[in-house]
């Protein structure tokens, strides 16, 4: 690695990007998901003939695009989610129809299942597993708002719809990583819906956080510790960060520097820093406390708009889709 001159001391930047994958979809991806145990990468695309695009992970990285499963996408897929205990990858397929394709992986294999009984009836917007693997939560563009599945073995049984949501859709849902909380961001006021979760029930904890967004929320993440709530806003107050105490969310000040808009969010392993990206740009934050500081920028930069981010659990990078040719950039990690 090349040091960069940072305040006339050449030094090592603490993100550097690597090589785009060999193969890359031809047009506009909107969400990226990396398997927990660093084996796989998934894209999704809005538009183009490669709506679904999955890649093997060797040392290095590298990345390795795989044969496509024999049943993919067809419309849109704008959401892509692998369960943590490797065996499902839930894809998003447009708004009629299969909208929902869920495959289980065996090796370098992805068979589809048998569709759910109750499928989304819109746009899935987005999706994630529970640590446990007890559940898929999907949020979606349309009136049931999300649904949330129970899984036995390789059967999805839709629960209970969710109380409390508001209307419009739904951007994107997510667990805590100790399996305690439901987070569900989303276009109408109050932008965020929280539930806590008990056996198969979910329980909407009224009256939080206690300081809202005011627009549309498009990213969620919890920190690894289950500690923090970080939110992603589509205008200028951008990015929300809660600590969470109990059933308490209280919002910290806002980091100084941040993306007009963040479409992407989240928090490294072991919470060492939180991801954000945006329009044009991306940042990361130094976790101490309840401080969140902003790190030296990534190199070399890039101008083009993001669509979302994920770290790899193993902490040597992370990957950015985008709307914009080369559609996924990824970073790796030298902190």
Do not use: W
């Not at 036995?152 to 805590?176: K, V, Y």
């Not at 200028?236 to 910290?252: A, D, M, P």
């Not at 101490?288 to 030296?296: A, S, V």
Request: charged residues 10%; contains cysteine.
């Amino acid at each position: 690695m090349t040091p960069v001159l940072y305040n006339s001391f050449l030094k090592f930047p603490p993100f550097s990007r690597l090589p785009t994958p060999d193969f890359i979809p031809n047009d506009n991806a909107q969400k990226v998901d990396l398997s927990f145990n660093n084996q796989f990468m998934a894209l999704g695309s809005a538009f183009g003939t490669q709506l679904l695009t999955i890649y093997e992970i060797t040392a290095g990285p590298t990345f390795t695009k795989l044969a496509d499963p024999a049943v993919v996408p067809t419309v849109q897929c704008l959401s892509v989610a692998f369960s943590d205990n490797g065996q499902f990858l839930a894809v998003a397929d447009g708004s009629s129809g299969t909208t929902l394709i869920i495959y289980e992986i065996s090796g370098t294999t992805f068979t589809k299942l048998t569709d759910p009984s109750t499928l989304p009836t819109s746009n899935v917007f987005g999706m994630d597993f529970s640590p446990n693997g007890q559940f898929l939560a999907v949020a979606i563009n349309g009136a049931e708002k999300v649904i949330i599945y129970e899984i036995s073995g390789t059967t999805f049984t839709a629960l209970g719809a969710l109380s409390g949501l508001p209307a419009g859709a739904q951007r994107e849902i997510t667990f805590s990583p100790d399996g305690q909380f439901l987070a569900v961001v989303g276009d109408a006021s109050p932008h965020i819906t929280l539930y806590e979760i008990s056996g198969t029930t979910f329980t909407q904890i009224v009256g939080q956080p206690d300081v809202l967004p005011t627009s549309t929320s498009t990213e969620v993440a919890f920190s690894d510790d289950s500690q923090f709530l970080a939110i992603g806003v589509d205008a200028s107050e951008s990015l929300f960060i809660y600590q969470i105490s109990g059933t308490t969310f209280t919002k910290l000040a806002e980091p100084v520097g941040g993306t007009n808009g963040n479409s992407g969010i989240d928090f490294a392993p072991n919470d060492k820093f939180l991801a954000t990206s945006g329009s044009n740009q991306f940042f990361n934050y130094d976790i101490n406390g309840t401080i969140f500081t902003k790190l030296q920028n990534p190199y070399p930069p890039f101008a083009i708009s993001t669509t979302s981010l994920k770290v790899a659990q193993n902490g040597e990078f992370y990957a950015l889709s985008s709307g914009e040719t080369p559609f996924v950039i990824i970073y790796r990690i030298n902190i």
